[in-house]
């Protein structure tokens, strides 16, 4: 007798994997060698969370997921939670308080930045690791920041962000234009002034 296992939500564990290997990328370009462990808790009463007393170790709830892609999906959460961990172990806040401060350098990126500096941070961190690119269309200060702390492990290119541009949904389209005022029209990035 056998017993075999299926999964029906695919895109959800597809999108753990691809986590997973974002990780794993970052943690090879930049010579991180400590071993991480991603714990799938569905007890957990958030999407993710990371704690100073588990220091390698990301807990997810998918339950607490939003199942589309983009922000509060599992993909993004893992990111997101492992991001509280590269804080921690590189001490970023603490050269973010320092080297970029007063209320015009700030960047907030969605709702949860406004929580507290470490927020602000991991939301940015966030978005430098998925689409460098753009954070630096957004603010080259902040990308610039990062860049000096850790490689992302996405290529940041001018031609990459239009490609990948093209596979957004139509609302993150619009949410960019309507926040940054940039947009893609053919292969051409446009700001509005
Ligand atoms: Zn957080």
Not at 52 to 68: F, G, K, L, S, V
Not at 74 to 96: A, P, R, S
Not at 106 to 117: F, G, M, V
Request: hydrophobic content about 35%; glycine content about 2%; overall charge positive.
């Amino acid at each position: 007798m056998t017993i075999s296992m299926k999964t029906v939500n695919e895109p959800y564990f597809r999108s753990l994997d691809e986590a997973k290997k974002v990780i794993e990328k970052i943690n090879k370009k930049n010579k991180f060698d400590w071993d991480i462990t991603i714990i799938l808790d569905y007890k957990l009463n958030y999407a993710g969370l990371y704690i100073d007393e588990e220091p390698n170790t990301i807990r997810i709830n998918p339950d607490q997921c939003a199942d589309e892609i983009g922000e509060y999906s599992l993909f993004y959460v893992i990111i997101h939670e492992y991001c509280h961990l590269l804080d921690k172990k590189l001490k970023i806040v603490d050269k973010f308080k320092q080297q970029i401060r007063g209320r015009d350098k700030r960047l907030i990126l969605n709702p949860n930045s406004e929580t507290n500096k470490t927020e602000e941070l991991t939301e940015i961190m966030t978005l430098y690791i998925s689409n460098p690119f753009l954070l630096k269309l957004m603010s080259k200060l902040h990308w610039q920041f990062l860049k000096n702390v850790f490689k992302s492990p996405t290529i940041c290119s001018y031609v990459s962000f239009v490609d990948t541009y093209k596979n957004w949904t139509k609302q993150w389209k619009i949410n960019l234009k309507k926040q940054y005022g940039i947009y893609v029209r053919g292969e051409t990035i446009y700001f509005m002034e």
